[in-house]
């Protein structure tokens, strides 16, 4: 209920009962009830039956008030959120205006698709794998390059596609306007399959197949769907059409594919370390035999040392044998004195 409707009743209510009182109290006069203390004990009771209505008058407005500020902060509360909400979806409603400009302009819709193909690349493969805006021999410049070991070589990816026939052909109304955009589609995406084998096919440089990116899975689906002779004719023109699933596959594949190349090529650079590890092995064989060599001999001379050591401890001993036989040593002869005469 609301608060201003509960005050005005109680108001009414007041005044009524002082009203009532007034009326009593002129009615006790005029029948001349004048006694002082009758009057007294009836006026203490209206005063303290109006001071307990006061009160719960009080008491209610205060609850009232309490509950109402309660639900006025709940209201406040709900409006942030829908405020909020509501700012969401007006920013989505700006993205997706500015993501139909991006589609309806040519130019900018390449820029969206280069950006989609450049992410995608970029996380599959390494950056020695490929090369962005590459210029081919025949002066032509590819969105993308993808760096095969030859075959097959240079793959090109092209990263435009015409939506405009697309565009028109899900805006048609009546089968009529069906059959004409799908031809006007058709015609447009054979075209740009003929425009991509003639400029990203060069001989003896790029592979023999080119790849044209959709960034749309709708497209896609809707080609290989209802639109299987523009499939053959990127057959018969060497051309891959991917989508941006069928495109990861592909790029893991060609993943793959490097990562064997450089197996295979460090495989090459370990054999050739190996065979240069067997020379080495050979020539410390060859070391170790002359080291033997050189042992055996060393050894024999020792041997021969020490057999002439022997031999040379033997006369020694033979010589000191010799000496402890003939011990005594003969006495000098003295000299003869000279005589002195007398």
């Given amino acids: 209920m609301d608060v201003g409707v509960v005050s005005v ?104 698709g280069e950006i989609q193909l450049k992410d995608l690349v970029e996380k599959a493969l390494p950056p020695s794998a490929y090369e962005f805006q590459a210029t081919l021999g025949n002066g032509k410049r590819a969105d993308c390059v993808l760096k095969l070991a030859g075959p097959p070589g240079l793959i090109a990816v092209d990263a435009k596609f015409p939506l405009e026939g697309y565009a028109a052909l899900r805006a048609a109304k009546s089968d009529a306007e069906t059959t004409v955009a799908a031809r006007a589609f058709a015609a447009d995406l054979v075209k740009h399959l003929k425009d991509i084998s003639e400029r990203y096919i060069v001989a003896g440089e790029t592979a023999e197949w080119a790849v044209m990116f959709l960034p749309s899975e709708a497209i896609y689906a809707e080609l290989h769907t209802n639109f299987r002779a523009v499939i053959d004719e990127s057959h018969r023109r060497r051309v891959a059409i991917v989508s941006p699933t069928t495109l990861w596959a592909v790029l893991f594949t060609i993943r793959s594919l490097l990562k064997d190349a450089k197996m295979r090529e460090q495989a090459g650079l370990i054999q050739k370390e190996v065979e240069i590890l067997l020379v080495d092995v050979r020539r410390v064989a060859e070391r170790a035999d002359n080291l033997e060599k050189h042992f055996s001999m060393a050894v024999k001379d020792v041997h021969e040392l020490q057999i002439s050591t022997d031999k040379v401890e033997k006369r020694a001993a033979k010589i000191g044998e010799v000496e402890l036989d003939n011990p005594a040593v003969e006495e000098p002869t003295p000299a003869p004195q000279l005589k002195t005469g007398s």
């Fill in 9 to 112: 009743a109680i108001v009414v209510l007041l005044v009524a009962v002082l009203v009532v009182l007034a009326l009593l109290l002129g009615r006790l006069s005029q029948l001349g009830l004048g006694h002082a203390a009758a009057q007294g004990q009836l006026t203490k009771t209206l005063e303290d039956r109006l001071d307990a209505v006061s009160r719960r008058l009080n008491d209610g407005l205060t609850e009232q008030s309490r509950t109402t500020t309660t639900h006025l902060t709940a209201l406040q509360e709900r409006l942030a959120v829908i405020d909020a909400a509501q700012k969401n979806i007006t920013e989505l409603s700006t993205q997706v205006v500015g993501l139909q400009d991006i589609l309806s302009n040519k130019q900018a819709r390449g820029a969206f």
